[in-house]
Nanobody, 116 residues
Framework: QVHIVESGGGLVQPGGSLRLSCAAS????????MAWYRQAPGKERELVAS????????NYADSVKGRFTISRTNAKNTVYLQMTSLKAEDTAVYYC?????????WGQGAQVTVSS
């Protein structure tokens, strides 16, 4: 059974930084592409960033390109999202998920609030 646990969310001022972590179990992590999504109040869940199974390839939504960095440590079954220059519009619940067929369960999410 897939188990995803996101952590590292919180309240941060505009221009600040946060680092989210995603611990995954119950899936072949080292062969699974992973992704971060977010859902703001009243909006659809959207893809923020994705990373290939070996970490060699990453993709970002235009809205976060140049500010967010996705990375992974396969030895720890963990994916990270480093967020810098945060804006109010980045406020959302952030979710981590595997893109591997059959292992696409969602975690509970991590709340990120950007406000002064």
């Amino acid at each position: 059974q897939v188990h995803i646990v996101e952590s590292g969310g919180g309240l941060v001022q505009p221009g600040g930084s946060l680092r989210l972590s995603c611990a995954a179990s119950g899936l072949p992590f080292s062969s699974a592409a992973m992704a971060w999504y977010r859902q703001a109040p009243g909006k659809e869940r959207e893809l923020v960033a994705s990373i290939s199974s070996d970490g060699g390839s990453t993709n970002y939504a235009d809205s976060v390109k140049g500010r967010f960095t996705i990375s992974r440590t396969n030895a720890k079954n963990t994916v990270y999202l480093q967020m810098t220059s945060l804006k109010a519009e980045d406020t959302a619940v952030y979710y981590c998920r595997s893109n591997k067929l059959g292992y696409t369960d969602w975690g509970q999410g991590a709340q990120v609030t950007v406000s002064s």
